[in-house]
């Protein structure tokens, strides 16, 4: 992208350069931000609308405060492009979400300028409290802040840091990006005017003074109290953070610099817990982020001009077979009520919140409060429905055993983006969830290999009167249909899909592609696990008896995976049969796009093929060694069963 079309943004290649310019220019300067992010991400693709909306406080957050001595705590990462581009990214935009190029999140790898590095929403009051405590303690003048928007304010552990925050002696701000829930409407000039002059040196001094001065005067505090709540009170929403401890200022205009400029200006003068309301507008720039923010929240490549997506895959995705299936099964069973914690369009529920809204809850960003939700709509005789991503579903692993699989309630988890997730990337991986759930009593797991399977174990699951989960990767699957039909699968049953000589490929979910074409080159047996837990004990001690090598196959971290599962049962036998375990080896995966990942994995069918060569040389020269490999670019990580 030419400097030329961005002479001011193209001098910017740190926050001490934006620092530099005068106030005067700042208004330029945001409107190329803008225009260079759009082109940016029409390009590359990523989290589009928020940042939009966040160009003219990002500009004024670095122009205020002196970072990276000060930090900027941005919550999870989708509004921090623009920071990004500022603080010395922008020549690196155009690797964005690629492998070897910048994260779409934030990462304290990456740059010294991301303090802190998240993926996941509602952490950074909670971490901005700590490195605000970790000044105090040291007695450094550092500054923290947090951002946060409205949607991550939905979340329990947002709220979790405020009340601890409020009872900490620290200088602390919090700024609510709210774009979207709009707390109380933005009142024009007159608010902003009174936002400056409630953050101003003349108001806080008068404030707190007067509560110095008037400690003994019990009757007179309590008047200025009251006379302070009212008047507050009738101009701004503010009496909840009020009761929390903070000092509240807002709603502002996030679009209006000069606004911005002065109210921050005024809140790094003061110590103590302040909280900063703005109102901006997602999509902020762009027409069409503008009119559809949820489509442009986070986008593939796309036509700038037009707003219209190149040219994807015709095979249906995996998201997709849920969101019929949930329709389905809906329409033939009015007990089933479907559960998403803020996922709608993500986990595919757009046309069941449409055809059957009296039983479609969102809860926000709230896991913990999902499943224990579910867990009391099963109470009641209702089979609830929950929509969640592996990686999500980690904060709410309490619940799962305490509220669901103790009292074994029949509770459904539709679990999207297992396994690798591309562009991504570690943050966003669903690769640990077997391994939390496989060691709970009462769970069935199951792991679809195509479309067609995944509606099957869909009804499978929720036919079982008990806890059930379905794990199914992001993205489309080899193009099977899927039929119409509601029936399920029998439990705990595996499908031999080839049959070979002396080596068995036991594959679960979505690598069985892979390990059939592998088995192609060396006339290897290939099973269809299906089933995580309960395991089909017959088919695998038959292949274990069988053959001379057994090869485990999953798209899932190797520690605890299901190949362990098989590790265990062998073991429980006394089955001395040879194996080796493949799947993501024990580091996070980067970004990248996912056919690339899963070679750097070696879960392709040339990463397979390679491990189960490596390994069966071997046999030629021991017979008691059991290997358990993950291949890593061309490396077999080996350890033992």
């Known amino acids: 992208m030419s400097e030329f079309h961005y002479p001011l943004l193209g001098t910017i290649d740190s926050p001490a350069d934006l620092r530099g310019l005068g106030e005067r220019q700042l208004e330029q300067l945001a409107s190329e931000l803008r225009e260079f992010l759009i082109e940016s991400v029409a390009t590359t693709g990523g989290h589009l609308a928020a940042g939009l909306g966040t160009v003219e406080l ?61 993926g996941h929403s509602s952490t950074s009051i909670s971490a901005a409290l700590g490195m605000a405590m970790a000044a105090r303690q040291t007695g450094s003048d550092r500054r923290a802040v947090a951002i946060i928007g409205d949607g991550a304010m939905t979340a329990g552990m947002a709220y979790e840091a405020l009340n601890n925050a409020g009872d900490s002696d620290c200088d602390l701000l919090v700024v609510l990006n709210d774009n979207e829930m709009s707390i109380s409407p933005n009142r024009g000039a007159l608010q902003n005017h009174l936002s400056r002059l409630l953050s101003g040196r003349l108001y806080t ?4 003074g007067s509560k110095h001065i008037l400690t003994n005067m019990p009757g007179a505090r309590r008047f200025l109290g009251r006379w302070e709540e009212h008047v507050k009170g009738m101009i701004m929403p503010g009496t909840l953070f009020e009761e929390l401890g903070f000092n509240y200022i807002g709603p502002i205009n996030g679009h209006d610099l000069p606004t911005l400029l002065s109210t921050l200006r005024n809140l790094r003068g003061l110590h103590g817990r302040q909280f900063l309301h703005v109102v901006t507008r997602k999509g902020k720039g762009y027409h ?10 986070g986008v593939s490549p796309f036509n700038r001009e037009t707003g219209e997506p190149h040219t994807g895959s015709s095979r249906k995705t995996y998201t997709g077979v849920f969101s019929d299936w949930l329709c389905d099964m809906a329409d033939a069973d009015e007990r089933l009520v479907g559960i998403t914690p803020a996922m709608c369009e993500g986990s595919g529920m757009q046309r069941f919140a449409e055809q059957h809204a009296g039983r479609y809850y969102d809860v926000g960003i709230a896991e913990q409060h999902a499943l224990t939700f579910a867990a009391g709509l099963a109470c009641e005789g209702q089979k609830p429905v929950v929509a969640i991503y592996s990686t999500f579903l980690q904060r709410a692993y309490d619940q799962l055993i305490h509220d669901i699989a103790l009292q074994d309630l029949d509770v459904t988890l539709a679990i999207d983006r297992a396994g690798l997730v591309g562009a991504d990337g570690a943050t966003h991986a669903g690769v640990f969830d077997i391994s939390f759930l496989r060691c709970v009593p ?57 049959r070979g000589r002396r080596i068995a490929i036991l594959a679960f979910g979505s690598v ?23 395991l089909d004990r017959e088919v695998v ?6 053959h001379d ?44 796009d996912h056919a690339g990942q899963l070679a750097r994995c070696g879960l392709d069918a040339s990463g397979i093929l390679a491990a189960i060569t490596a390994s069966d040389a071997s046999l030629q020269t021991t017979d008691t060694q059991s290997v358990t490999a993950g291949h890593d670019k061309q490396e077999n990580l080996r350890g033992y069963r």
């Open 549 to 592: 090598l057994l090869v485990t196959v999953e798209e899932h971290a190797i520690a605890g995976g299901a190949g362990s599962a098989v590790n265990e049962l062998l073991a429980a036998e006394h089955c001395n049969s040879r194996t080796i375990n493949l799947g993501v080896p024990d580091r996070f995966i980067d970004h990248g």
């Open 442 to 498: 009462n769970m069935l797991i199951m792991a679809p290999a195509d479309e067609r399977e995944c509606r099957q174990m869909l009804s499978t699951a929720y036919h079982h009167e008990g806890p059930a989960a379905v794990r199914y990767p992001r993205g489309t699957g080899p193009g099977v249909e899927t039929g119409t039909g509601l029936e399920p699968l029998p439990l705990g049953k595996a499908a031999i899909c080839r």
């Open 541 to 546: 001690l038959a292949m274990a008896q069988q």
């Open 205 to 208: 001094g008068m404030r707190e």
């Open 512 to 534: 069985l592609e892979a390990a059939l074409a592998a088995a192609d080159e060396i006339d290897a047996s290939v099973v269809n696990m299906r089933y995580v837990k309960p």
């Open 288 to 297: 069409h982020a503008e009119q559809d923010p949820c489509y442009f929240h």
């Open 58 to 118: 990002t500009i004024a957050l670095h122009y205020t405060f002196n970072t990276p001595q000060d930090r900027l705590v941005w919550d999870i990462g989708h509004q921090a492009y623009p920071h990004k581009i500022l603080t010395g990214r922008r020549d690196a935009m155009d690797g964005l979400r690629q492998q070897g190029g910048l994260s779409g999140f934030l990462s304290r790898e990456e740059s010294e300028y991301d303090a802190f590095g998240a």
